[in-house]
T-cell receptor, first 118, second 110 residues
Framework: EAEVAQSPRYKITEKSQAVAFWCDPI?????LYWYRQILGQGPELLVQ????????DSQLPKDRFSAERLKGVDSTLKIQPAELGDSAMYLC????????????????FGPGTRLTVL | KQEVTQIPAALSVPEGENLVLNCSFT??????LQWFRQDPGKGLTSLLL???SQREQTSGRLNASLDKSSGRSTLYIAASQPGDSATYLC?????????WGAGTKLIIKP
């Protein structure tokens, strides 16, 4: 069964350092999402891609966060510099949706990357 | 602004019981509502999706209902099993955003 892959699974870093997370969506899925989930809370959408284009990055802290999906397949989320408040689970999801803001299509989630900033 | 609330935050019941998890939302103008399951330290798995025109969806021992007018959804789990232990989250597709509840942590005691 196809799955969303994420790496690393765990990352510990010191504040002010740079970190990067990688996501490989299910093959053929055009839509890719990055979420941040703080312990005890629901996920918060950071950025949504349709193929290689950003559909929504309104909640992405652009002063320190960046995301790219250059060839419309895998994606990288970067934080530079990391701050203590960035400690969270970073989740990647993909869906076969054809675009826009529809969430009708089921989103398939990866296992996440647990980030701890010291 | 749409807000999604799940109460209780945690629930512990003996194995075999039927149970109901609750999700409420403040704005009835939704596109759909989804229920997800999250195991500790892992990603989320979609369980059920209810379109705004539907009243309920069923999958195995799970049944989700939607009452838009009252801003409520319930997830009914029949004959609970220890393997059902997880956090259950609901998410509302509203105003071009997916708004999430904080989840209910469910523990099924053997």
């Amino acid at each position: 069964e196809a799955e969303v892959a994420q790496s690393p699974r765990y990352k510990i870093t010191e504040k002010s350092q740079a970190v990067a997370f990688w996501c490989d969506p299910i093959s053929g899925h055009a839509t890719l999402y990055w979420y941040r989930q703080i312990l005890g809370q629901g996920p918060e959408l950071l950025v949504q891609f349709q193929d290689e284009s950003v559909v929504d990055d309104s909640q992405l802290p652009k002063d320190r966060f960046s995301a790219e999906r250059l060839k419309g397949v895998d994606s990288t989320l970067k934080i530079q510099p990391a701050e203590l408040g960035d400690s969270a689970m970073y989740l990647c999801a993909s869906s076969s949706g054809t675009g826009g803001y529809s969430y009708t299509d089921t989103q398939y989630f990866g296992p996440g990357t647990r980030l701890t900033v010291l | 602004k749409q807000e999604v609330t799940q109460i209780p935050a945690a629930l512990s019941v003996p194995e075999g019981e039927n149970l109901v998890l609750n999700c409420s939302f403040t704005d009835s103008a939704i596109y759909n509502l989804q229920w997800f399951r999250q195991d500790p330290g892992k990603g989320l798995t979609s369980l059920l999706l209810i379109q705004s025109s539907q009243r309920e969806q069923t999958s195995g021992r799970l049944n989700a209902s939607l009452d838009k007018s009252s801003g409520r959804s319930t997830l009914y789990i029949a004959a609970s099993q220890p393997g059902d232990s997880a956090t259950y989250l609901c998410a509302v597709d509203s105003n071009y955003q997916l708004i999430w509840g904080a989840g209910t942590k469910l523990i099924i005691k053997p």
